[in-house]
Antibody
């Protein structure tokens, strides 16, 4: 069965960096686009970024453009999100999700990122 | 960007009674390929979102048939025919037609009266 497991969250100071990982299993990872979505505490869902199956096409939400970098390693069935220049407003649970054309069909359990001094 | 709105934002329901959530988009969600990429997600307390419905009206595997989706263009509806206790949570609609930017509705909180 499809499984997505995020890791790498934690407490970081404003201006700091963090790298999130998402380990995929149960499907041919290299066939699918992947996405990151986040949810601030008590708030709704916000799409952050996605990456094509080969890694050649990447998009970001305006709120993270220039600070976050999405990448993937198809040999390791893994998705990453490098987050730099973190701000308090980046505090959220970060989910990875599989993109199936215009749909997001499977989500991980999420990893919490807290940006605070 | 496409803006998604939902109503109501809070929906107290009686067990066994029907419930209905409306979702509207600021632009048509009909894609050039003929599909309409409108998803519905359920997020139970403390859990990650789970997709219930894709392409407006297709139920995901394992989703009870009391959940149904309908609509077209810019107006969509999620219906629960008879609410059960396990249906408590927040429901989000999401458009995937106008990618690269997926956009979500603000969510509708369903709880038991």
């Amino acid at each position: 069965q499809v499984q997505l497991v995020e890791s790498g969250g934690g407490l970081v100071k404003p201006g700091g960096s963090l790298r999130l990982s998402c380990a995929a299993s149960g499907f041919t990872f290299s066939d699918y686009y992947m996405s990151w979505i986040r949810q601030a505490p008590g708030k709704g869902l916000e799409w952050v970024s996605y990456i094509s199956s080969s890694g050649s096409t990447i998009y970001y939400a305006d709120s993270v453009k220039g600070r976050f970098t999405i990448s993937r390693d198809n040999a390791k069935n893994s998705l990453y999100l490098q987050m730099n220049s973190l701000r308090a407003e980046d505090t959220a649970v970060y989910y990875c999700a599989r993109k199936d054309y215009g749909d997001l069909d499977y989500w991980g359990q999420g990893t919490l990122v807290t940006v605070s001094s | 960007d496409v803006v998604m709105t939902q109503s109501p934002l809070s929906l107290p329901v009686t067990l066994g009674q029907p419930a209905s959530i409306s979702c509207r988009s600021s632009q048509s969600l009909v894609h050039s390929d003929g599909n309409t990429y409108l998803n519905w997600f359920q997020q139970r307390p403390g859990q990650s979102p789970r997709r219930l419905i894709y392409k407006v009206s297709n139920r995901d595997s394992g989703v009870p048939d009391r959940f149904s989706g309908s609509g077209s263009g810019t107006d969509f509806t999620l219906k629960i025919s008879r609410v059960e206790a396990e249906d408590v949570g927040v429901y989000y609609c999401m458009q995937g037609t106008h990618w690269p930017r997926f956009t979500f509705g603000p969510g509708t909180k369903v709880d038991i009266k």
